[in-house]
T-cell receptor
């Protein structure tokens, strides 16, 4: 069965420091992976996706994610955190082989960036 | 830019009422989704539609139904609202072709009293 896990409920970093939000996945077949961000009282916003190719994927707002097939991970990273990056982050994996567009979401990780 | 609009940001209803949540998207997407979001549980899929009048149950369909009479509109119906359906409800859409992200509305925070 396909699944995605975010092992940390909350990540705390100081402004200006690098940040990492962790995600691991379990899929049969090729993994198609996504990161979303949710600000308070808003819907989810798409940040980036991995389909194939370069293991380092660049996305919106300076975020990037590193795909690691051997570790089945897709960690979200940013070289220098901003207070405005504080939000809830979701990792997701495409469900199944058919083209239904369905995703399985992780539980979410709250990122807190302190000044 | 894709716009997914949910008709209400906040909604308060009473136990036993029939509740309608509306969602409209403006990008001609074939796929539309309804999720509920609860703390610590992430997003759980309630129902999915891949075309007009077509629907599939998601992971937690009990107590809900959906309607998709037009391509742009996907409605979630709580047949007889109960307090355990108090939650944040999110609608999303995506195109059928390719591996594309879903685009989300801002959500409806529903309270059942």
């Amino acid at each position: 069965a396909q699944s995605v896990a975010q092992p940390e409920d909350q990540v705390n970093v100081a402004e200006g420091n690098p940040l990492t939000v962790k995600c691991t996945y379990s899929v049969s077949g090729n993994p198609y992976l996504f990161w979303y961000v949710q600000y308070p009282n808003r819907g989810l916003q798409f940040l980036l996706k991995y389909i194939t190719g370069d293991n380092l994927v660049k996305g919106s707002y300076g975020f990037e994610a590193e795909f690691n097939k051997s570790q089945t991970s897709f960690h979200l990273k940013k070289p220098s955190a901003l207070v405005s990056d504080s939000a809830l982050y979701f990792c997701a994996v495409k469900k199944g082989s058919s083209n239904t567009g369905k995703l399985i979401f992780g539980q979410g990780t709250t990122l807190q960036v302190k000044p | 830019d894709v716009k997914v609009t949910q008709s209400s940001r906040y909604l308060v209803k009473r136990t036993g009422e029939k509740v309608f949540l509306e969602c409209v998207q403006d990008m001609d997407h074939e796929n539309m989704f309804w999720y509920r979001q609860d703390p610590g549980l992430g997003l759980r899929l309630i129902y999915f539609s891949y075309d007009v009048k077509m629907k599939e149950k998601g992971d937690i369909p009990e107590g809900y139904s959906v309607s998709r009479e037009k391509k742009e509109r996907f409605s979630l119906i709580l047949e007889s609202a109960s307090t355990n359906q108090t939650s944040m409800y999110l609608c999303a859409s995506s195109p059928r072709q390719g591996i594309q992200p879903q685009h989300f509305g801002d959500g409806t925070r529903l309270s059942i009293l």
